[in-house]
């Protein structure tokens, strides 16, 4: 069986990569494509959509921004299971700082130039999106293209959709990008900020091979 995968917001997959997975399963990874000027999100999630083989049966697993991903992939071909690790099943489980960031449209009239390396990891706007204490932080995010980076957090913040009850949800409890609070998860990871798939790989891969079977 394959897994399609796809990692955060302009994180490769080093972020994902001491997760463990049954032996017969396949992990195929979709890599983040930069999004054309003036693109919708449904025409971006279409194109990502097309790395999938919907000839035969599949599962889709999806890191922070790429849960919501795989979520709307679901839409376009039917997988057999879902997991979103870090992520949220709908619009009402944004948090505070989401919910405002949509409502003032501060981040949407923000020039591209705003969105570098150093305005990602120096604004607290921004660091909300990753966990600053970490010190490999910048080591998993390679995608650091601003056109990339400004229109996947517009996308981020505008996402609205109706939780699918098929979507398994595993947060960490310390997340500040998706509160637990906020949710209702299938799985919760103590003591786990939002990289956890990577700092509690252990506990994350014993679940996800009690669902990818």
């Known amino acids: 069986m ?12 080093s972020v994902l990569e001491k997760l ?36 035969e049966p599949f599962y889709l697993l999806g890191y922070s921004f790429g849960g919501i991903i795989v979520q709307e992939i679901l839409k376009l071909k039917r997988a057999e299971k879902v997991v979103i690790l870090g992520s949220i099943r ?49 080591n998993y995010f390679r995608v650091r293209d601003p056109h990339y980076l400004k229109w996947s957090i517009d996308k981020i913040l505008d996402w609205e959709s109706d939780a699918d009850p098929d979507v398994i949800q595993i947060l960490g409890d310390r997340d500040i990008v998706f509160p637990a609070k906020n949710s209702r998860p299938d799985y919760i990871i103590p003591n786990a900020t939002h990289l956890f798939p990577s700092t509690r790989h252990r506990q994350v891969s014993e679940i996800l091979k009690k669902i990818f079977v």
């Open 2 to 13: 394959k897994l399609y995968v796809v990692s955060g917001l302009g994180a490769d997959f």
């Open 90 to 138: 709908s619009g009402k489980e944004k948090s505070k700082l989401m919910k405002f960031g949509r409502l003032s449209r501060i981040p949407k009239h923000l020039p591209v130039g705003f969105f570098n390396e150093k305005t990602l990891t120096t604004y607290s706007f921004f660091r909300k999106f990753i966990d600053p204490k970490n010190p490999r932080i910048l």
């Open 20 to 55: 463990v997975f049954n032996p017969h399963i396949e992990v195929v990874f979709i890599e983040w494509l930069l999004p054309e000027v003036g693109e919708s999100f449904p025409h971006y999630v279409r194109r990502m959509a097309e790395k999938v083989d919907d000839s």
